[in-house]
């Protein structure tokens, strides 16, 4: 099992770190407070992703994401559980998605090691 660095809790599924462009929304209940917005992912699971973006994002925050993964698009939708600022205008969220994306269960193998 993975340790999560930010909360000491074990990831079931091992993120991998892997570069994608995302595409997102963010809800705080049924308000939309984003527009459409873009941020790429740092790290990566069926379970979940920590990706970085350019504004400020809310714990608990509902968000609407579509992952461009080379091939084709993935709608994916999932929670903000984690939220740091870097300090220049940049934060990294770690989202857990609302349901596995067993689309993404193969990117684990592709990592050499």
């Not at 209940?29 to 527009?35: I, N």
């Amino acid at each position: 099992m993975d340790t999560n660095e930010f909360s000491g809790k074990h990831r079931a599924c091992p993120r991998v770190n892997k570069l994608f462009f995302i595409a997102y929304v963010n809800r705080e209940g049924e308000e939309q407070k984003t527009p459409v917005s873009l941020g790429r992912t740092l790290n990566i699971s069926k379970n979940g992703v920590g990706m970085e973006v350019f504004q400020q994002i809310g714990i608990g925050s509902s968000m609407e994401m579509e992952l461009d993964l080379e091939n084709s698009l993935l709608p994916v939708q999932g929670r903000v559980v984690h939220a740091e600022s870097y300090g220049n205008g940049a934060y990294y969220l770690g989202i857990v998605f609302n349901e596995p994306q067993e689309q993404l269960a193969h990117l684990d193998r592709e990592v050499p090691g």
